[in-house]
T-cell receptor, first 113, second 115 residues
């Protein structure tokens, strides 16, 4: 049962453009929504995260927009750079004793120079 | 070390063999998680440790999979009688506590290939 759906599967953006990745979740038992960036051969690295009582969070070129009523959240990368080329995963953390993360299926981003 | 350390980084073994994967969490992190990442897929939760106990094993795919943690630190994931479908990257993460606002930090994983 896929509880977090992520799109698109892949994305190509020109340098300087805006990259947008979308995620939707299926139930409300989540309390924290992180985005991870993963380069080939490396583990995921936390990029930015948001809690459901906030509608937007910005850190540098990265912004999360959160729509609690629609159960959707998105990552915007402004002024995309070739160094941003990586796989991005959204996740949702379960509000139970383990606080385990439920991940989306990932988006491969390629930023062309 | 400064980050989560996993070993080996790569493991190739024959179907039917047992394998052990090791995770050294960040010092002082009491919560430890194992996830599995199949080729081109997202991460799938396997098991969670708080200290040495594992209150959530719900993600272990079969009884061939087991894990332990000793001294509140190092964890070992064991796969017995490996099958080809076990081929994946096994990732370990740790956090200061399994509470709000404590992010999970990942190691670089063990890439397991079953021949």
């Amino acid at each position: 049962q896929q509880q977090v759906k992520q799109s698109p599967q892949s994305l190509i953006v020109q340098k300087g453009g805006i990259s947008i990745i979308n995620c939707a979740y299926e139930n409300t038992a989540f309390d924290y929504f992180p985005w991870y960036q993963q380069f080939p051969g490396k583990g995921p690295a936390l990029l930015i995260a948001i809690r459901p009582d906030v509608s937007e969070k910005k850190e540098g070129r990265f912004t999360i927009s959160f729509n609690k009523s629609a159960k959707q959240f998105s990552l915007h990368i402004m002024d995309s750079q070739p160094g941003d080329s990586a796989t991005y995963f959204c996740a949702a953390r379960r509000m139970d004793s383990s606080y385990k993360l439920i991940f989306g299926s990932g988006t491969r981003l390629l930023v062309r120079p | 070390g400064a980050g989560v350390s996993q070993s080996p980084s790569n493991k190739v073994t024959e179907k039917g063999k047992d394998v052990e994967l090791r995770c050294d969490p960040i010092s002082g992190h009491t919560a430890l998680y194992w996830y599995r990442q199949s080729l081109g897929q997202g991460l799938e939760f396997l098991i969670y440790f708080q200290g040495n106990s594992a209150p959530d094993k719900s993600g272990l795919p079969s009884d061939r999979f087991s894990a332990e943690r000793t001294g509140g630190s190092v964890s070992t994931l064991t796969i017995q009688r490996t099958q080809q479908e076990d081929s994946a990257v096994y990732l370990c993460a740790s956090s200061l506590q399994s509470l709000s606002n404590q992010p999970q930090h990942f190691g670089d994983g063990t890439r397991l290939s079953i021949l």
